[in-house]
């Protein structure tokens, strides 16, 4: 069948990105928020916090946050957050206008830090250090104030997917409901409903319950180069030859 071939190239297609050396991701358009980010070993907080903003605003917006905050209090690291009292936090959201929501996220920016202080001993990175399994590294994130699984499933899968960070395995990283990995499975078949998330992402766990985010990959790749909304470039697409084009 037409639809086993294209599961087959999706994954396959989807591995071969993911073994691909790792590349500094691009958050934002701005190179030094960028450069925080990145920094797992000296500023692993960073993501952690830049993760637990990522709501209810464009994920462009929410993952500068950090490097915001960093300009208003002189640098980011941890002793220099930790001093930081949640009136002065709330005060940098609300004069910044952070975010849409600026007193809760900057209570659950305060709660974060707090969080990594008490629970980590500091150090953000022991969420994931050790080898840990997908759930574990999920349920951690879940423990954070203001996370839900989308969140926290969403940044499990970019330390496994663009970090690198070994798991021993991907059964709990999830798809994410990126615009072009939806209209993909929309016009591969898969789903039925681009709005529908729920059946986005327990499609992708009965396709492929080892590790369902393998799809963010090889669906966005597709999404993101040839099937455009209007004006899809099916003949150049690697899938053409199968794709039922549900446009």
């Known amino acids: 069948m037409d639809q086993d071939k294209i599961l087959s190239i999706l994954i396959n297609r989807g591995n071969e990105l993911f073994r691909q050396p790792y590349q500094k ?13 990145n920094d797992l070993s000296q500023f692993p907080h960073a993501f952690v916090l830049a993760s637990i903003m990522d709501k209810q605003i464009k994920a462009e917006r929410a993952w500068l946050i950090p490097y915001k905050v960093s300009k208003k209090i002189g640098g980011f690291e941890f002793s220099r957050l930790l001093s930081c009292s949640e009136d002065y936090i709330n005060t940098i959201f609300e004069e910044e206008r952070l975010h849409r929501f600026n007193k809760n996220s900057a209570k659950y920016f ?13 150090n953000a990175s022991t969420i994931w250090s050790n080898n840990p399994r997908s759930a574990t590294v999920v349920r951690r994130f879940l423990e954070f104030e203001g996370v839900g699984v989308k969140i926290a499933t969403m940044a499990t899968n970019i330390l496994a997917r663009d970090f690198k960070i070994p798991m021993q395995d991907k059964i709990c990283i999830d798809i994410s409901p990126d615009v072009h990995v939806r209209r993909v499975f929309k016009r591969l078949g898969f789903i039925s409903d681009t709005r529908n998330i729920d059946e986005l992402v327990y ?16 669906a966005w790749e597709i999404g993101r180069n040839w099937c455009r909304p209007e004006n899809p470039n099916c003949n150049i697409c690697y899938l053409d030859k199968y794709c039922p084009k549900n446009i």
Not at 203 to 218: H, N, Q, R, T, V
Request: glycine share 4%.
């Open 25 to 37: 991701s691009k958050f934002t358009q701005n190179p030094e928020a960028d450069d925080l980010l």
């Open 110 to 122: 305060y709660l974060g830090i707090q969080r990594i202080h008490k629970e980590y001993d500091n």
């Open 203 to 218: 499609c992708a766990k009965e396709l492929y319950p080892e590790y369902p985010g393998i799809f963010d990959l090889s």
